[in-house]
């Protein structure tokens, strides 16, 4: 469910097991969202982006689903692994007036603990 | 390492003084922005630079912010007569272009005591 604060949304996982983070947007106008990986000190990490003509999309060991009718976006982990433990953030762009530049929205959230 | 680098990588200053953070984005990169994140949070945009262009700054960024980017290279934030509800991380990040895969730095941690 949805959290504020810190009380960020959490997922555990045992190691080797597929994982999936979701995050809803906000604005149907986006067409281009990223996916973030965070660990503790660090700064955001791209791992996958997807745009809104497209729905889904594979990289390595990753997918991102993008439901455009629900705005719901969707982050599948395959054989998760302990360095996967971090927060995930999605992220949403919107062509503002033609012009499309990195003013990303993100989402709270979620932190993703693999247990070994 | 996304090749974004960031100085200092941690700051404490006390209520009231002025700091500067710095960033250097990769080297080909002619888009610059600063996020600023607070704990729980994801990462809220300040400001974008288009190589020294300052083409847009957001409401968070009060008349105690400022950021140059001199001569479409490094950038600086500066913050002037810091106030407690400014401790966050400060994050940097750039872009080639096009669909914006922004690479974010490790980011300045300020802290204002």
């Known amino acids: 469910g949805e959290s504020v604060g810190l009380h960020l949304p959490t997922l555990s996982v045992q190691e080797g097991d597929n994982s999936i983070i979701n995050c809803a947007y906000s604005?149907?106008?986006?067409?281009?969202f990223i996916w973030y990986k965070q660990e503790s000190g660090k700064g955001p990490q791209f791992i996958i982006d997807?745009?809104?003509?497209?729905d889904k999309r594979q990289g390595q060991r990753v997918t991102v689903l993008l439901n455009k009718t629900v705005k719901h976006l969707s982050l599948q982990i395959a054989a998760t692994q302990p360095g996967d433990s971090a927060v995930y953030f999605c992220?949403?762009?919107?062509?503002?007036?033609?012009?499309?530049?990195?003013?990303?929205?993100f989402g709270q959230g979620t932190i993703l603990t693999v247990h070994p | 390492d996304t090749g974004v680098s960031q100085d200092p990588r941690h700051k404490i200053t006390k209520r009231g003084q002025n700091v500067t953070f710095r960033c250097d984005p990769i080297?080909?990169?002619?888009?610059l922005y600063w996020y600023r994140q607070t704990l729980g949070q994801g990462p809220e945009f300040l400001t974008y630079?288009?190589?020294?262009?300052?083409?847009?700054k957001s409401r968070l960024l009060s008349d105690r912010f400022s950021a140059e980017r001199p001569k479409g290279s490094f950038s600086t934030l500066e913050i002037q007569r810091t106030e407690q509800g400014d401790s966050a991380m400060y994050l940097c990040?750039?872009?080639?272009?096009?669909?914006?895969?922004?690479?974010f730095g490790s980011g300045t941690q300020l802290s204002v005591l």
């Open positions: 990040a750039s872009s080639l272009g096009g669909w914006e895969k922004l690479f």
């Open positions: 604005n149907s106008a986006s067409d281009y």
């Open positions: 997807i745009r809104s003509n497209m």
């Open positions: 992220a949403e762009n919107t062509n503002a007036g033609g012009t499309s530049y990195g003013k990303l929205t």
């Open positions: 080297s080909e990169h002619n888009r």
């Open positions: 630079f288009q190589n020294e262009a300052q083409l847009e």
